[in-house]
């Protein structure tokens, strides 16, 4: 076999559920809390205020169902996977399963950043929202002690100094979830369970009670006019700027690091009691109620607060300080979903990176450490306790705005391979058992795709420049590490050749048709 060839070689699906040592604890309830508990959070608590102010307006709603449609051609396809190959590694499983190993390096890699990064962003959020409860309470902890040192600077690449020391709530919530996720994913699970019980509640407060304040004038116009931001840019479409339907766009770009949620399900698969029924429903089920969510509060905030005023680390909690019969008892309520909220999704993310560090370990492309299952909890003890150590330094020192910008090409690249190796599989892998298809999978599949291609375009260039580096670091590492160690290439798993791979025919005539 050459070299190019051993490149594109693909793992056979029944070998990616050997050697499982993860505890088999999550049943359909649990899995969908795991995509409840990563999908709400800081999509509503945070990124509301800044997409609606920076980009889309009111009709940030547009930008919701934008990404929850592309997220639901998404979903469609990683349910299908999830009950077919259902094991640990999401997307980087898929990919190895379906388009050959170098492809699967590269969805892994980037799940890595996705996951590490948002975990990292996510907990730079709690961090303002925990300042702004404890002012409540007369407690004040330091600007130089509570933000990033480092901000975005005016290159692509580029970051400045603020001035500040560190963001010590960042790493402390961070560390104090990498503990609870060392010691089991039952534990985590029944955590996470209660956290989005609070944190559905207090949307609802917020959605029941907001309705009544809703200023119907702070709509309009729903869809801004275009604002350019470089000098001498006119039209619609120029970039850099705000507002428009190029802003709605950009909007559902930005806001994409909400739908994290159903990807951390299905890296939860090797843990799911009857994964082949639970996994769609889950993940289906997840995502269907958080857009629903979603939609709903932009709508209220919008209508609460003129959009322009919105450009705030907590939006929620900011509109409802506008309403004097709500502040006094609302607010801080919101300030502790909120917390609770975000509190969940580094809860989830963080039981998902480690099992994509593992299952990549599992199959030699990173060291042995990251594979490592603790004797006692059946954890990936060190995947997570690297996990922890890595996102507490970027919460540490960066800043929200990179960070999500970061998550969404990563989260985007993800589910393009994954609704393109839908229809791989259909072709190369026809005989497979398929608990759940895909319906329609020529329309759904490509419409996923196209969907993710169009909101990669629409994310600032500077996001671009920073992925490539994290690619070409990535192939660094594959080349010099995992290429060489790699179990396909030790005769360990057994090798399907790139041109067998297509020899095979559909045996179903609705393959390509229908469900």
């Known amino acids: 076999m050459t070299f190019w060839e051993q490149l594109w070689t693909t793992k056979p699906t029944a070998a990616n559920a050997a050697d499982n040592e993860l505890r088999p604890a999550l049943g359909p309830w649990a899995l969908t809390a795991l995509g409840v508990g990563a999908i709400v959070g800081t999509g509503i608590f945070v990124l509301t205020g800044v997409a609606a102010a920076n980009n889309a307006g009111p009709a940030l709603a547009v930008s919701f169902v934008i990404a929850g449609f592309v997220c639901a051609m998404a979903a469609l396809c990683y349910a299908e996977f999830a009950a077919m190959i259902p094991v640990a590694g999401s997307a980087y499983s898929y990919s190895y399963a379906t388009l050959g190993e170098l492809i699967a390096w590269f969805i892994g890699w980037n799940l890595v950043l996705e996951y590490l990064v948002s975990i990292s962003a996510v907990a730079a959020g709690w961090s303002g929202y925990v300042v702004s409860l404890?002012?409540?309470?007369?407690?004040?902890?330091?600007?130089?002690?509570a933000k990033a040192p480092l901000a975005k600077g005016v290159g692509a690449v580029s970051v400045v100094a603020t001035g500040d020391?560190?963001?010590?709530?960042a790493i402390f919530i961070v560390l104090a979830i990498t503990a609870?996720?060392?010691v089991g994913i039952k534990?985590?699970?029944?955590?996470n369970i209660w956290i989005v019980i609070v944190k559905l509640t207090v949307i609802l407060l917020f959605i029941v009670f907001g309705l009544h304040y809703i200023v119907p004038e702070h709509w309009h116009p729903f869809v801004p006019n275009r604002i350019c931001s470089a000098a001498?840019?006119?039209g619609n479409m120029c970039r850099p700027g705000k507002y428009g339907w190029m802003g709605v766009f950009e909007g559902a770009a930005i806001i994409f690091f909400a739908y994290i949620g159903f990807d951390a399900v299905s890296t939860a698969a090797q843990e799911a009691k009857?994964?082949?029924?639970?996994?769609?429903?889950s993940i289906i089920a997840s995502l269907v109620i958080c857009t629903a969510l979603y939609i709903v509060v932009s709508l209220v905030l919008t209508g609460i607060v003129r959009y322009t005023r919105l450009n705030v680390p907590d939006p929620v909690a900011f509109g409802i300080e506008q309403v004097p019969t709500l502040r006094n008892w609302l607010a801080p309520l919101i300030d502790v979903g909120a917390l609770a909220g975000l509190s969940s999704v580094i809860l989830v993310v963080m039981i998902g990176q480690p099992r994509i560090f593992y299952v990549m370990s599992r199959d030699g492309l990173l060291p042995p450490a990251?594979?490592?299952?603790?004797?006692?909890f059946q954890t990936p003890h060190v995947a997570t306790v690297i996990t922890g150590i890595v996102a507490a330094i970027g919460a540490g020192l960066l800043p929200i705005d990179i960070l999500a910008e970061l998550t969404n090409i990563g989260t985007l690249l993800a589910f393009l391979v994954v609704c393109i190796a839908v229809q791989v599989l259909r072709h190369t892998h026809p005989e497979l058992s398929r608990p759940f298809r895909v319906p329609y999978p020529w329309i759904t599949c490509t419409i996923g795709a196209i969907g993710c291609v169009v909101l990669i375009l629409?994310?600032?260039?500077?996001?671009?420049?920073?992925?490539?580096?994290?690619?070409?670091?990535g192939l660094v590492i594959y080349f010099g590490y995992g290429f060489r160690h790699s179990r396909l290439r030790k005769g360990k798993v057994q090798l399907a050749r790139p041109a067998e791979r297509w020899k095979a025919k559909s045996t179903r005539p609705n393959d390509k048709t229908g469900p």
């Open 134 to 145: 404890l002012k409540h309470i007369g407690l004040t902890i330091p600007d130089a002690f």
């Open 274 to 281: 009857n994964p082949k029924r639970d996994m769609p429903i």
């Open 180 to 182: 609870l996720c060392y």
């Open 232 to 234: 001498g840019a006119t």
């Open 458 to 473: 629409s994310l600032p260039h500077s996001t671009w420049w920073r992925a490539v580096i994290w690619t070409l670091i």
């Open 165 to 169: 020391i560190i963001n010590l709530p």
């Open 370 to 376: 990251f594979g490592r299952v603790h004797p006692r």
């Open 187 to 191: 534990h985590s699970s029944t955590v």
